[in-house]
């Protein structure tokens, strides 16, 4: 008789900690599943886009004036293994042509640039739009 209680308390025990464990995720605040849906993920503003280039761009600024000259551009390109000759992409950018690229230089090439890789003209830069991504046209940066 005893054998037979501890053997229904045993199995009660058994029971009661398979559904707290079944219980506990119910229970938990439900967490909101990330959404893969491209309008769920928004593409990149011009201002975004500008921020990062911009702030690559100044990390060759080496002497810290806030222009980037032909030298210094090289350096950088050269660190970074770029593909390319840095002059002529120096060039493109440089629109004053005084051997240096400043803000309001770099901020009208980006722009440019934007413009060129927004393809539908919405303002926004989507995930098909960027160079690299599997969809995008193979094309010069």
Not at 19 to 43: E, F, V
């Amino acid at each position: 008789m005893i054998r037979r209680s501890i053997f229904v308390v045993a199995l009660g025990l058994q029971a009661a900690a398979a559904a707290a464990q079944t219980a506990t995720p119910a229970t938990a605040p439900a967490q909101p599943a990330p959404s893969m849906s491209a309008s769920a993920r928004p593409g990149i503003t011009l201002e975004k886009f500008e921020a990062r280039r911009e702030k690559a761009f100044m990390r060759a600024d080496t002497d810290g004036d806030g222009k980037v000259s032909l030298a210094e551009w090289t350096a950088f390109q050269t660190q970074r293994k770029a593909k390319g000759d840095p002059a002529k992409s120096f060039a493109r950018m440089d629109a004053n042509k005084d051997g240096f690229v400043d803000k309001s230089e770099l901020d009208a090439f980006l722009a440019k640039r934007f413009a060129r890789l927004d393809k539908n003209g919405d303002g926004v830069m989507s995930a098909e739009e960027r160079p690299g991504h599997k969809t995008a046209p193979n094309q010069e940066q």
